[in-house]
């Protein structure tokens, strides 16, 4: 079993405000309640597995501005217990985001800057000096510099996992979910380096140009594990996880597939979802880490999500192992 894991990319800084609506195009809305948090992928995913297992070395990599945001990043990392050495500090701002959730449903809206998650680039990753077994680069389409075009490997960020899997480290990616026509050139080079994919239904169909939806528009397991099948196709070495709030779905480069409903949560749960989909990430990786059965680690994965549910910013929400756990009760 493994014992550290690596956190590459966005990190980023999140102004939450809850509105009781969305307001029609022109219209004016109030803003009930305000928050700043740590948000990203290296932040969310890293932070959510930390508290899951305080055991487990975590470790950020990504850049920051010279700014007070970049100390507020810093600074919630290192007090949440990740290793925060390799986080590069530039003279560009900080990445932010202002997220508009909506009171009652937890919907969201993103508006985000880029910042310094832009400068990031391979040649800023010691692949020698990782020491880690899992590599997780999140979020592909956010990143301008592994966005880039690489004239070998399609992109800069496939060219970067095809070097830590030489070095033996197995990979992970995350994405958005962008529907834009520049998605499969960026997204395809990278699954050919990736042993796992843990995304949503949206961005596993993006991501291969099939439906998540049969043709009454419900999502459905087959469609899926259709899905997943067809990400292996692409490349994914290892493990294919897809999530939906209805369910979740794996498959193994050997064919086998397991499905687990979702929990069933109490009516006025939800508070927020901005980084659920990384707190379920979270829970996966650490079970892949720990090599867990994926009903096993899915049903993990859908209580740390739970978790995030209950406030409204990306990280408060994280549970340990044994409270994380005690979601099930939950289940559907």
């Not at 600074?75 to 900080?94: A, F, N, Q, W």
């Not at 990445?95 to 310094?116: I, P």
């Not at 077994?133 to 990143?143: A, K, N, P, T």
Request: hydrophobic share 45%; glycine share 10%; charged share 25%.
């Amino acid at each position: 079993m493994g014992n550290k894991i690596v956190f590459a990319g966005n990190i980023i800084v999140d102004s939450v405000k809850t509105i009781d609506a969305w307001p029609e195009r022109g219209m004016l809305v109030q803003i009930r309640a305000m928050t700043r948090s740590v948000g990203g992928s290296v932040c969310n995913t890293g932070i959510d597995l930390k508290t899951l297992d305080p055991s487990v070395e975590v470790a950020a990599l990504g850049k920051v501005g010279s700014d007070d945001a970049g100390n507020f990043a810093i600074e919630v990392l290192r007090d949440r217990g990740v290793d925060v050495s390799r986080i590069l500090r530039v003279d560009v701002p900080t990445s932010f985001t202002d997220v508009m959730t909506v009171a009652g449903s937890g919907e969201r809206t993103f508006f985000n800057m880029h910042g310094a998650d832009s400068a990031l680039t391979p040649d800023d990753v010691d692949v020698a000096s990782l020491g880690c077994d899992i590599f997780h680069l999140g979020y592909l389409l956010l990143l301008d510099g592994m966005d880039a075009p690489d004239a070998e490997f399609g992109t800069k960020a496939a060219r970067l996992l095809a070097r830590v899997r030489a070095a033996g480290i197995r990979t992970s990616v995350d994405i958005v979910s962008e529907k834009s026509p520049r998605f499969p050139g960026i997204v395809r080079p990278a699954l050919k380096h990736c042993d796992y994919l843990i995304v949503n239904e949206v961005e596993g169909a993006l991501a291969t140009g099939l439906p998540c939806v049969d043709a009454s528009g419900r999502t459905t397991p087959e469609a899926l594990l259709a899905i997943a099948e067809a990400l292996f196709d692409l490349g994914v070495k290892e493990r294919v996880v897809l999530h939906c709030p209805a369910f979740s779905v794996a498959r193994d480069a050997s064919g086998n597939v397991a499905v687990v409903p979702s929990l069933k949560l109490p009516e006025g749960w939800i508070k927020g979802a901005v980084g659920a989909g990384d707190a379920f990430c979270a829970g996966m990786l650490y079970s892949l880490l720990k090599g867990l059965p994926d009903a096993e680690g899915m049903r993990l994965a859908s209580c740390a999500a739970a978790a995030n549910l209950a406030v409204a910013d990306s990280v408060s929400g994280a549970l340990d192992l044994e409270a994380t756990k005690e979601l099930e009760r939950f289940r559907a």
